[in-house]
């Protein structure tokens, strides 16, 4: 869509099929009366970007020495440590699992056999450009992005790649406070990992319908207003507020 084209009205009986088919992949509210819907062909892979070894990329490294199936080496050669941040960020794909199965870490060239090269070329681009803006902006608020996870669609009308699904939220990144950074081990963060790590201590992760304890859900809604207000400057409540 070209930017300058306004938007005067829709008939949005012309959506209905392609909310059934699963290609509305956005709908954003641009006013009180403006809905505006993105529809995309989902693309089979995530594309996530690595500034720093943490997470399942370390696990890989510690045990194998490569992450997604490339070896990665530190300042002059060096086996990099835990949490260190890499010379330059790292795209690392993985594939889309369906809901209920798991994702699966893969090297860039399987990915562009899964996409195609174009696509899969053009991916790694945006994926990278984008972490590397927000990571910089991030950085500025005391926050470092560790890693983020991107979803792109292919808008078949204009052979676009489009990103879509949530961008840079605690859910999708490992956000850690850079003023407590301190390479060789786990980092404190404002992200899901606080989840993740109470369930793994006990013995719950990956199972269903976990009832969490309410100091539980109080701690993870902290962390992530905390992010929230490093990173946009102003308290959630006024944001809500304005609205």
């Known amino acids: 869509?070209?930017?300058?084209?306004?938007?005067?009205?829709?008939?949005?009986?012309?959506?209905?099929?392609?909310?059934?088919s699963g290609k509305v992949r956005e709908i954003y509210e641009l006013d009180k009366s403006t809905l505006l819907f993105v529809t995309t062909d989902r693309i089979s892979v995530e594309a996530i970007v690595r500034g720093y070894i943490t997470g399942s990329a370390w696990k890989e490294y510690?045990?194998?020495?490569?992450?997604?199936?490339?070896?990665l080496a530190g300042p002059n050669?060096?086996?990099?440590?835990?949490?260190?941040?890499?010379?330059?960020?790292?795209?690392?794909?993985?594939?889309k699992a369906e809901v209920g199965a798991n994702d699966e870490n893969i090297h860039p060239d399987r990915a562009a056999d899964i996409v195609?090269?174009?696509?899969?070329?053009?991916?790694?681009?945006?994926?990278l450009e984008?972490?590397?803006?927000?990571?910089?902006?991030?950085?500025?608020?005391?926050?470092?992005?560790?890693?983020?996870?991107?979803?792109?669609?292919?808008?078949?009308?204009?052979?676009?790649?489009v990103l879509i699904d949530e961008v840079l939220t605690p859910d999708s990144s490992?956000?850690?406070?850079?003023?407590?950074?301190?390479?060789?081990?786990?980092?404190?963060?404002?992200?899901?990992?606080?989840?993740?790590?109470?369930?793994?201590?006990?013995?719950?992760k990956g199972k269903e319908d976990v009832e969490l304890p309410e100091d539980v859900v109080k701690k993870t809604g902290e962390k992530y207003r905390e992010a929230y207000e490093k990173l946009a400057k102003r308290a959630l409540d006024h944001t809500v507020n304005s609205e």
Not at 1 to 20: G, H, V
Not at 78 to 95: A, D, Q
Not at 116 to 127: F, H, N, P, T, V
């Open 62 to 71: 510690s045990e194998k020495g490569t992450v997604h199936g490339m070896e």
């Open 116 to 127: 195609g090269l174009k696509y899969a070329q053009r991916i790694e681009k945006l994926s």
């Open 174 to 204: 490992r956000f850690w406070p850079a003023s407590s950074y301190k390479v060789g081990g786990p980092q404190e963060s404002f992200d899901k990992q606080y989840l993740r790590d109470w369930l793994t201590r006990n013995g719950l």
């Open 77 to 95: 050669g060096r086996k990099l440590v835990e949490s260190e941040r890499m010379e330059k960020p790292v795209y690392t794909p993985s594939t």
């Open 130 to 161: 984008i972490y590397e803006k927000a990571a910089s902006y991030a950085l500025t608020c005391g926050i470092i992005i560790a890693d983020t996870k991107f979803e792109f669609g292919l808008d078949e009308s204009t052979d676009e790649i």
């Open 1 to 20: 869509m070209n930017s300058e084209t306004p938007i005067l009205r829709t008939d949005l009986r012309n959506y209905i099929p392609l909310i059934a």
